[in-house]
């Protein structure tokens, strides 16, 4: 079983949109009410659509022309999804259960039937936004992917290797292990910038910085012998979730490499993800531990470790 939160997610997006593809005329409103408060409940979802309603700032002010039975379309899909945004919003919210109805024959004046004018509401407006999100979201999943497969690399097959760069350099030796990653994400298709200056600071990797989809990402040492505890991660933490609104980006990543013995654990509430995340404020970021510490003997007799733990609490604490 496919137990990855984002796949989840996009099950379940995909499922409403099929109870509001079927829907007679007569539930229609309250079916989408009922996914309404589905996506704006959702963290992740919440995150794409505050991303989005920020992109596009003008949709807000145009979608009172849709609400009032005038019929606009976006330039582009980004533009045309936040209109969709903002008028599944309005009519959700609007507590009018006959509003979709008058809406869809003002848009769709060829349709006598109320079922008929509905379903071109639904394809001009509610696929639309329903589309976008998915497509955010299968973004996002493109990229854990690529950060679980280089996680198998470099645990597998390079570890000796990327640990010997990092201890010969110990000075450098989060950069060394920073342009590691870079190189493979670079190998597998993925543009970005390296370090650019936001007003927070510098990022270690912002990708496709000119476009508007970017992906934001830090690399963290964890090694608390080396001033590198649990406070140095939550430090790292609060950075990343700076540059993901420095750059009005929904999601965000770290990526803490472990040099030592200790052990390190990442108490999220999603637990199901192969990646866990945390998520405040509209801003996901989730967190990826890579373990190169050289071990002297095997995990069955390397007796109880020393462990730590990342908690959603202190993460949260720090923004305060």
Not at 22 to 43: C, E, G, M, R
Not at 83 to 110: C, E, M, N, Q, V
Request: charged content about 25%; hydrophobic content about 35%; some cysteine.
């Amino acid at each position: 079983m496919d137990t990855n939160v984002l796949q989840t997610l996009r099950y379940k997006l995909q499922k409403r949109l099929k109870r509001i593809n079927t829907a007679d005329y007569q539930i229609y409103h309250s079916i989408l009410v009922q996914a309404w408060h589905f996506l704006s409940s959702n963290l992740v979802i919440s995150g794409i659509l505050n991303d989005l309603e920020r992109r596009v700032p003008s949709a807000e002010k145009d979608s009172e022309q849709l609400f009032a039975g005038q019929m606009l379309t976006g330039e582009n899909e980004s533009e045309h999804a936040a209109l969709s945004y903002w008028l599944f919003k309005r009519i959700a919210t609007s507590g009018d259960a006959h509003r979709p109805i008058s809406l869809a024959h003002a848009f769709d004046r060829s349709s006598s039937k109320h079922n008929e004018a509905l379903e071109y509401l639904t394809e001009h407006y509610v696929e639309p936004l329903f589309e976008y999100i998915d497509e955010q979201i299968d973004d996002q999943r493109c990229v854990l992917a690529l950060l679980r497969k280089y996680k198998h690399r470099v645990e597998w097959f390079v570890r000796d290797e990327l640990r010997e760069k990092f201890t010969n350099d110990t000075q450098r030796g989060e950069k060394r292990l920073a342009m590691d990653l870079y190189a493979y994400l670079h190998d597998q298709g993925l543009e970005f910038s390296i370090e650019p200056t936001s007003i927070s600071g510098e990022a270690d990797l912002i990708s496709a910085q000119t476009g508007a989809d970017r992906l934001v990402a830090d690399v963290k040492i964890f090694d608390p012998g080396k001033s590198k505890g649990l406070s140095y991660l939550h430090a790292g933490f609060h950075q990343v979730y700076q540059y993901t609104k420095d750059y009005n980006d929904p999601f965000g990543y770290m990526v803490i490499f472990k040099t030592c013995a200790e052990d390190l654990s990442v108490n999220a509430l999603h637990q199901d993800s192969s990646i866990p995340f945390f998520t405040h404020n509209n801003k996901t970021i989730f967190v990826l531990v890579i373990d190169i510490f050289d071990y002297p003997t095997s995990a069955s007799k390397r007796g109880a470790l020393k462990s730590y733990e990342l908690l959603e609490s202190d993460l949260i604490s720090t923004f305060t």
